[in-house]
């Protein structure tokens, strides 16, 4: 078998990422890898940043620790694309929502917004002047990456972030935004276009300060059933997709949703590139439900980190076989998980030099 080494070996030359010629469909040697979530609390580097700063908030909105913890994951496994440390909440405060993320509790947001008035109160998003630091960031991580792997940036999806926003944090049955979308629907899709129209431009303004790939996080879409996915969420996903590829076409642009097997045929209509898979679906199946058109990225479960190496090294074959060549970007289904050990991580990251055309890269 001919190993996949030559992306690795030439790695410091290309002048283009791997993970973006697999995205467009060139012929590639293995697929890129990165890991959702790969920076943060897994890693003890991580945790010790967390010691001397203990707020979240400004662990993500410093550009410092900013760029010092998006690089950690980078410095020890070399992952083919390098996400910014951030989160989807960010852009909240300088939309006039007021937040925090507080340890052992999640996302907060102190006046969860419930009606016709406090949407009216909810401000565009001017990303220049409310989160610059994500843009110095961004420039920062290009140039320390140097295209050896692709920038990440990342965005909120509308629905999730009007989760957040109307439930005040978390939630388990979502009631309180199910009430406005279902007696008072105006008022969600009021909202919805406000994190449509911000979100669209926050990717931009990513894009325009370095990152070269962008991921939308619909992490609560699959709340809702398919009629309401097409109502409370599609509409707007498309619109992010058509407004951004206007002044960026070549910006890929990937949709995760967590649990959508039931909408997989759905996902394509956004007009994203890259579908993100979890690991209730069948990569195989998965990869036909999507088309040809739509490159696809996952779907180990995350829980395979905690198994054996050579468990760990199956499933990576099992995947990459099943998702054929080209077009894939191998990645979890979801986040890693907190107290996942390093050095498995470090396993799965090393594996990619070993996945051969015989396994499956045919
Ligand atoms: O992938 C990466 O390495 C980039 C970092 C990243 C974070 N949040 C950092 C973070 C990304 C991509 C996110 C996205 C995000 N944030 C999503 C979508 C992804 C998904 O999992 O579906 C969602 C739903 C959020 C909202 C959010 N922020 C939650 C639910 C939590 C967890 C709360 C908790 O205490 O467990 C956060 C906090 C958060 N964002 C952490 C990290 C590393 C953990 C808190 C910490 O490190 O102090």
Redesign the pocket.
């Known amino acids: 078998a001919v190993g996949g080494t030559v992306a690795d070996s030439k790695a410091v030359s290309v002048a283009e990422p791997l993970l973006l010629k697999a995205v467009r469909g060139d012929d590639v040697d293995r697929p890129p890898v990165w890991?959702?979530?790969?920076?943060?609390?897994y890693m003890k580097s991580?945790q010790m940043i967390?010691e001397k700063h203990p707020s979240?908030r400004e662990?993500?909105e410093n550009v410092d620790l900013v760029v010092e913890i998006?690089l950690q994951?980078w410095k020890v496994f070399k992952p083919d694309g390098v996400?910014?440390?951030?989160?989807?909440?960010t852009p909240l405060s300088g939309m006039n929502i007021p937040f925090d993320?507080?340890?052992?509790?999640?996302?907060v947001i102190f006046d969860p917004l419930r009606t016709d008035a406090d949407v009216d109160k909810v401000r565009e998003f001017d990303p220049k002047e409310s989160v610059p630091y994500v843009g110095e960031a961004l420039t920062i991580l290009r140039k320390e990456v140097n295209n050896e792997a692709a920038v990440l940036g990342?965005v909120?999806a509308p629905f999730?972030l009007a989760s957040?926003v109307v439930e005040g944090g978390?939630s388990k049955h979502f009631s309180k935004i199910k009430r406005l979308a279902f007696s008072q629907p105006k008022v969600l899709h009021a909202l919805l276009q406000k994190f449509t129209t911000s979100m669209a431009k926050y990717i931009q303004y990513q894009a325009d300060n370095g990152a070269q790939a962008v991921?939308i996080?619909d992490?609560?879409a699959t709340e809702l059933s398919p009629v309401d996915f097409e109502e409370f969420s599609l509409p707007y996903l498309k619109q992010i997709v058509d407004t951004v590829k206007q002044t960026h076409p070549d910006l890929p642009l990937i949709l995760?949703a967590?649990g959508s097997g039931g909408l997989l045929e759905r996902l394509p209509l956004t007009g994203v590139d890259v579908v993100s898979l979890d690991w209730t679906v069948d990569m195989a199946e998965g990869r036909r439900r999507l088309g040809s058109d739509v490159a696809v990225q996952g779907n180990i479960d995350p829980g395979v980190l905690f198994g054996s190496k050579e468990f760990i090294t199956s499933r990576i074959n099992d995947t990459v076989r099943k998702a054929g060549r080209g077009k894939h970007i191998l990645n979890l289904g979801?986040?890693?998980v907190?107290g996942t050990p390093e050095e498995n991580v470090a396993h799965f990251f090393e594996n990619r030099r070993k996945i051969s055309r015989e396994c499956g890269m045919m």
Request: net charge positive; glycine share 12%; proline share 5%.
């Open positions: 890991l959702m979530r790969q920076a943060g609390r991580y967390c979240f662990r993500s998006s994951p996400i910014l440390f951030s989160d989807i909440l993320i507080v340890k052992g509790k999640g996302p990342f909120g999730t957040y978390s991921q996080f992490s609560w995760y967590s979801h986040g890693i907190v």
